[in-house]
């Protein structure tokens, strides 16, 4: 590859400072990662490269599938909807317990082929989709092409959809979220500890992008992968779902997914007792809190708050809106709490 076919296939990044001394900082995440010619940052995929920050990962996929929207998980989005998900690489996390390690911890120093915002969305089309996300790996890391892809599917009428650990900062924030139209927001852990100790990271960056997503108005779910003895305490429940009822609204959707041993960790995968007992805590404050990544029969409907009706049941990832009229319980006719297709055919 020559340098010029490089740069356009790695173009400059954004948020990004020189500094005095001919390093440049970049300012998309809390990290502020400064770096010399010919060195990358945290996430392995902004990297300086003649001179400027670029955006090493852009148009490089690691994976590309059709996913039901419940696997993001999205249980208030659209159910039963299939999504065209892509991944590429990188991180800003470096979490000792990765469940996709192999694409988030690194950047293939030789990649074959990219893909144009162009085609992913061509593609999506092609699939019978009619959303997009931005999925497996940590997508933020690759800011300018998600943005990218983004603009063209909401102006080809597709939905946008974020997985993300929500390390990023205000500004760039607040350039994506108006292009979003779901967000699942992985929020590890109510105490600062163990982000700097198993992620290498903060709390605060990630509780103020799910403010901020909030008042931006895009639909927001939280997922908290529960790892035993690191962030399965009790109290640490509690904490999640008081500030979780306060600050984002009671009717927030909250994930509660197990984790199995992956990476660098080998603690025993969670025990199926403890998430339905952290749910229980949880639904003292909020209305909808699901059970995932475990094979049960338990936690993963949708109920209604005031009558107790179902009005999704699911197994595995199939989806069926068994108790929705007209966009309300059909028991109690109490608006439901879900983001809905016109037209959707509801069940009985």
Not at 30 to 36: A, E
Not at 66 to 87: A, N, Q, R, T
Not at 217 to 236: S, Y
Not at 289 to 318: E, F, K, M, W
Request: charged share 20%; glycine share 8%.
């Amino acid at each position: 590859m020559n340098s010029e076919t490089a740069q356009v296939m790695e173009p400059e990044a954004e948020y990004a400072q020189a500094l005095e001394d001919g390093r440049i900082e970049c300012r998309l995440c809390p990290h502020h990662c400064v770096m010399i010619e010919g060195k990358s940052g945290r996430c392995h995929v902004r990297g300086v490269r003649g001179g400027r920050l670029r955006a090493l990962g852009y148009g490089a996929l690691s994976a590309v599938h059709v996913d039901p929207v419940e696997k993001k998980p999205l249980y208030h989005f659209l159910p039963g909807e299939p999504v065209f998900s892509i991944g590429a690489w990188g991180c800003n996390f470096a979490c000792a317990f990765c469940q996709n390690w192999e694409i988030s911890q690194q950047f293939p120093p030789n990649v074959s082929s990219r893909t144009t915002p162009a085609a992913v969305v061509a593609n999506a089309q092609a699939s019978g989709c009619r959303m997009i996300a931005y999925t497996y790996n940590e997508p933020l890391t690759g800011f300018e092409f998600v943005r990218d892809c983004a603009r063209l599917a909401r102006q080809a009428g597709l939905k946008n959809v974020l997985v993300t650990n929500g390390y990023v900062e205000e500004d760039p924030a607040a350039e994506l979220l108006p292009l979003l139209d779901a967000l699942n927001v992985d929020v590890k852990s109510m105490e600062d500890t163990f982000y700097r100790q198993q992620c290498h990271a903060t709390l605060e960056p990630v509780l103020r992008f799910c403010r901020q997503a909030r008042t931006a108005g895009c639909h927001l779910e939280l997922t908290n992968l529960v790892i035993p003895g690191l962030n399965d305490r009790p109290e640490l429940f509690d904490r999640l779902a008081d500030w979780v009822a306060e600050t984002l609204g009671p009717k927030t959707p909250l994930h509660l997914s197990a984790y199995h041993p992956d990476f660098r960790t080998s603690e025993p995968p969670t025990p199926i007792g403890t998430l339905i007992d952290a749910q229980a805590r949880c639904r003292a404050k909020l209305s909808y809190v699901y059970v995932g990544n475990v094979a049960s029969d338990q936690g993963h409907d949708t109920i209604c708050p005031d009558c107790g009706a179902t009005l999704v049941t699911r197994s595995g990832y199939r989806t069926k809106m068994t108790g929705i009229r007209s966009g309300a319980c059909a028991g109690c006719k109490r608006a439901v709490d879900l983001v809905l297709f016109a037209g959707t055919k509801h069940l009985s």
